[in-house]
């Protein structure tokens, strides 16, 4: 008895280390899930939670865009440019609390988000709701920050079966005819592609060769 309690006692550290390093790892991981200015979810991380979500029912996938972000990064510099942000990925938040919805920042100022929605005729209420929460004026060092947004939306209802990639690129094009417009929201009419693709993305889409979107 007495010899195993020296090795016990030796043991203890090592063990604690171990407890440490793996509460370390856990938390790399979730830092690797979030992105680290809006504490939203990276691409990567949405998709996985998305594909999930749309395993329960029908939903709302959004594309967002912020309209006026780089008049904003060019006119007052890179920090009102990330206040922006910051305040979008709160906006957006703020919205789906409530509605099991999820958010994500696919990369610069484009975001997305599905949203349950087994009845569609609360969707327009719903992207009226966001679009007034993301255009709304931000204070920033003395100033007032105008940004717009354009969304498009997908309702994967109308889809045969519940398939991220097809409802993000239906809410992409829905998005595109939002920002055509001027800014605002837009519902995609049904699954079936509207626009010509480029290595499977949006002719003219950030990321292809072709117009600005």
């Known amino acids: 008895m007495s ?7 030796a043991a203890a550290p090592v063990a604690a280390g171990w407890g440490v390093h793996g509460l370390w790892l856990r938390r790399q991981l979730r830092t690797a899930r979030r992105d680290p200015l809006t504490g939203l979810r990276t691409r990567a991380a949405f ?4 594909t999930r979500t749309l395993r329960h ?10 309209d006026g972000f780089k008049h904003v990064n060019d006119t007052y510099g890179h920090a009102a440019g990330d206040h922006a942000l910051t305040a979008a990925s709160g906006a957006l938040t703020e919205v789906l ?4 919805g999820i958010a994500g920042r696919l990369g610069g100022d484009e975001f997305a988000a599905v949203v349950p929605a087994p009845h569609d ?4 209420w719903l992207l009226r709701g966001l679009h007034g929460a993301l255009c709304a004026p931000l204070a920033y060092q003395g100033h007032t920050l ?13 889809h045969p079966t519940p398939h991220l990639p097809l409802a993000l690129r239906r809410a992409d094009e829905a998005m595109y005819a939002a920002k055509r417009d001027g800014g605002g929201w837009h519902i995609a ?10 290595n499977g993305r949006r002719a003219g889409r950030r990321g292809t060769r072709g117009v600005a979107a």
Request: charged share 15%; proline share 10%.
């Open 3 to 9: 010899s195993l309690l020296p090795a016990a006692v």
């Open 47 to 50: 998709e996985r939670a998305a």
């Open 57 to 66: 029912g029908p939903a709302a996938v959004l594309v967002i865009d912020l």
């Open 97 to 100: 609390v409530g509605r099991g």
């Open 121 to 124: 005729y609360t969707v327009p």
């Open 146 to 158: 105008h940004v717009g947004a354009s969304i498009g939306a997908s309702l994967t209802a109308e």
């Open 189 to 198: 009419d049904g699954p079936t592609p509207s626009l010509r693709t480029v």
